[in-house]
């Protein structure tokens, strides 16, 4: 379906000047004022027509626009900078002229009770297609990766928004940290977050953005990532245990993963747990971390637990506050199943 043709307004640019609003340099504010990017962005997302739509930090309401012309059945703004209500108050009311409905909520995304924003009539089972509900955004840089992380927990637990089944997203993030999240095994950008989005979701970098199209302008490129959660994750590990092995593995990237996955343990049993978990995964010691698949990183998992539920002592161990020494007697157990 064609956008809607929305009553006339102000350009963004004119609002911005209007009301004298400057962007926040310790919120990480960076205003897109050009509409054919908005609209690019929201047309990548899907279709909105009919849908609910969550948009993350509308600021001046660029995107709200190029949402609001797709004709969604619903349309809630989280903003937590209270500047930005005249305008999009003025967007809501020319909204709801022709008939749609947003809401405006005043406060931070992090601190909102995702489960409520979504009504259930579009809910769908987790196997079923993805229901017609879609999260968008133009995140700050200084949110956009922990709050990637957050949701992509809620996902691999199927709670707040994805307690109704699998929301699509579509979010932007600089540059590097968009190729990151969509990186495969062996490619340079490869880490932690490359894990955590595949495992999980299926990333997809649509386009980049240059800086100078934000105002104003930051040191570097924009990119636009979508994200469909997956119907089959990847890993069968919850989320908390496989961020762990993730996190470490990562820990000195370039060197082999036996070093890397030796910080789970206690110095006194390094070599040897390290050594049985490679053993117990069938993978080469030697490998670096960047190269590993999501299978691989599933199997160090598996492993993982079967170390710690045999040795219970070794899941506390935390290697950056403590020295744990495990008993002679478990270390002596330990070195048998390393030469069995």
């Given at each position: 379906?064609?956008?809607l043709?929305?009553?006339?307004?102000?350009s963004v640019?004119?609002?911005?000047?209007?009301?004298?609003i400057?962007?926040i340099?310790?919120?990480s504010?960076?205003f897109?004022?050009?509409?054919?990017?908005?609209?690019?962005?929201?047309?990548?997302?899907?279709?909105l027509?009919n849908?609910?739509v969550?948009?993350?930090?509308?600021?001046?309401g660029?995107?709200?626009?190029?949402?609001?012309?797709?004709?969604?059945?619903?349309l809630?703004v989280?903003?937590?900078?209270e500047?930005?209500m005249?305008?999009?108050?003025?967007?809501?009311d020319?909204?709801?002229?022709i008939?749609?409905?947003?809401?405006?909520k005043?406060?931070?995304?992090r601190?909102?009770n995702?489960?409520n924003?979504?009504?259930?009539?579009?809910?769908?089972?987790?196997?079923?297609?993805?229901?017609?509900?879609y999260?968008?955004?133009?995140?700050p840089?200084?949110?956009?990766?922990?709050?990637?992380?957050?949701?992509?927990?809620?996902?691999?637990?199927r709670?707040?928004a994805?307690?109704?089944g699998?929301?699509?997203?579509t979010?932007?993030?600089?540059?590097?940290?968009a190729?990151?999240?969509?990186?495969?095994?062996?490619?340079?950008q490869?880490?932690?977050?490359?894990?955590?989005?595949?495992?999980?979701?299926k990333?997809h970098?649509?386009?980049v953005?240059?800086g100078?199209a934000?105002?104003?302008?930051?040191?570097?490129?924009?990119?636009?990532?979508?994200?469909?959660?997956l119907?089959h994750?990847?890993?069968a590990?919850?989320f908390?245990?496989f961020?762990k092995?993730?996190?470490?593995i990562?820990?000195?990237r370039q060197k082999?993963?036996?070093k890397?996955?030796?910080?789970?343990?206690?110095p006194?049993?390094?070599?040897?747990?390290?050594?049985?978990m490679?053993?117990?995964?069938?993978?080469?010691p030697?490998?670096r971390?960047f190269?590993?698949?999501?299978?691989?990183?599933d199997?160090?998992?598996t492993a993982?637990?079967?170390?710690?539920?045999?040795?219970?002592?070794i899941?506390?161990?935390?290697?950056?506050?403590?020295?744990?020494?495990l008993p002679?007697?478990?270390a002596?157990?330990i070195?048998?199943e390393?030469?069995a």
């Amino acid at each position: 379906m064609s956008a809607l043709r929305i009553p006339p307004l102000p350009s963004v640019r004119d609002l911005v000047k209007l009301y004298r609003i400057r962007a926040i340099k310790q919120l990480s504010q960076n205003f897109l004022m050009d509409n054919r990017l908005c609209d690019k962005i929201v047309k990548v997302a899907g279709k909105l027509n009919n849908a609910q739509v969550l948009e993350v930090g509308p600021g001046p309401g660029g995107l709200t626009r190029c949402i609001i012309k797709r004709q969604p059945k619903r349309l809630v703004v989280v903003e937590k900078d209270e500047r930005f209500m005249p305008t999009l108050e003025m967007l809501a009311d020319t909204f709801s002229t022709i008939g749609g409905k947003m809401d405006i909520k005043l406060d931070d995304i992090r601190s909102i009770n995702m489960a409520n924003v979504f009504s259930e009539d579009e809910k769908r089972q987790w196997d079923d297609i993805c229901p017609k509900m879609y999260i968008i955004g133009n995140l700050p840089f200084n949110i956009s990766t922990p709050l990637i992380i957050k949701w992509l927990k809620d996902i691999s637990e199927r709670n707040g928004a994805w307690s109704m089944g699998r929301a699509r997203l579509t979010l932007t993030f600089q540059k590097e940290v968009a190729e990151r999240l969509v990186a495969e095994p062996c490619e340079d950008q490869r880490c932690r977050l490359s894990m955590m989005a595949q495992a999980w979701t299926k990333p997809h970098l649509e386009f980049v953005i240059p800086g100078r199209a934000f105002v104003p302008k930051p040191d570097v490129d924009v990119g636009v990532v979508t994200f469909t959660p997956l119907v089959h994750p990847l890993t069968a590990h919850n989320f908390q245990l496989f961020e762990k092995v993730v996190r470490h593995i990562f820990s000195f990237r370039q060197k082999y993963c036996i070093k890397s996955i030796g910080t789970l343990f206690p110095p006194d049993n390094r070599e040897m747990l390290a050594a049985l978990m490679f053993k117990l995964s069938d993978l080469d010691p030697t490998t670096r971390p960047f190269q590993l698949s999501i299978k691989d990183m599933d199997k160090l998992c598996t492993a993982y637990i079967y170390l710690t539920e045999k040795h219970p002592e070794i899941k506390l161990y935390d290697y950056r506050s403590s020295h744990c020494v495990l008993p002679s007697s478990l270390a002596k157990n330990i070195q048998i199943e390393a030469v069995a």
